[in-house]
């Protein structure tokens, strides 16, 4: 594709946000101009990703429909919730077996985490303390990859609504628009799919919809 966006001015950029005239192409272009601009203050304030190439000019071609699914947050609180709940559980068994099989619990434990041979009549506390190990290491990791969903969501929300102490009692869906965008880097013109995200959400009983902005998700050659 040999089209030129040279031309493509600061004047000709601020009149083409005007004509298309919605939120989702003034933030494609307040993106660019910062990583123009240099500023990754203030490109990690709306986007998710960076441009790590140089940027000459570019053209938003079209924004798509908005697809909607219920906001994820409160489903993710709640299966992390239910992670954190069972990794607690199987402590708790684990506590409960050893108190009834003290003995046989210390004679077996170096054996399970060494790998060592286990005396025949210990085996059976040995299977069931090597399960109770198995199950807290899994526990464990479930529970953390939970929390690391939740908290990427949580900042997310926070970025879009700034409601960073009411985000967990926020309601309603999740927006996504991918817009097709031709950017040019270094005389190269290149397309990108540019997926970005808002939340049309209100708190917990109430009607009344919190502001929410558009952020940059993903940046998807084409």
């Known amino acids: 594709m040999k089209q030129s966006y040279k031309g493509f001015t600061a004047i000709a950029v601020a009149a083409f946000t005007i004509a298309c005239g919605n939120q989702e192409t003034q933030v494609i272009e307040n993106f660019f101009r910062a990583v123009q601009a240099k ?4 490109v ?6 960076q441009f790590d190439q140089e940027v000459k000019g570019w053209k938003v071609k079209s924004v798509g429909e908005e697809q909607r699914t219920p906001a994820p947050l409160g489903s993710l609180a709640t299966a992390l919730k239910a992670a954190d709940e069972a990794a607690a559980q199987n402590k708790k068994d684990a506590g409960a077996y050893f108190n ?3 003995l046989e619990v210390d004679k077996v434990k170096p054996l399970v985490e060494s790998g060592g041979a286990v005396p025949k009549n210990l085996q059976k506390t040995a299977e069931d303390w090597k399960r109770f190990n198995d199950a807290d290491k899994e526990l464990k990791a479930k529970a953390a990859e939970a ?3 939740y908290e990427r969501e949580k900042r997310l929300v926070t970025m879009s609504t700034g409601q960073a102490g009411e985000a967990d009692s926020l309601v309603g869906d999740l927006i996504i628009k991918t817009a097709t965008v031709e950017v040019e880097t270094g005389g190269d013109v290149k397309t990108y799919a540019i997926q970005l995200r808002k939340y049309d959400v209100a708190p917990a009983g109430q009607t009344a919809k919190v502001m929410s902005r558009w952020l940059i998700q993903s940046i998807t050659p084409q």
Do not use: E, G, L, R
Request: charged share 10%; no cysteine; hydrophobic share 30%.
């Open 44 to 49: 990690t304030s709306f986007s998710m990703v």
């Open 147 to 149: 929390k690391q969903a």
């Open 39 to 42: 500023d990754n203050q203030t």
């Open 100 to 102: 009834a099989h003290p």
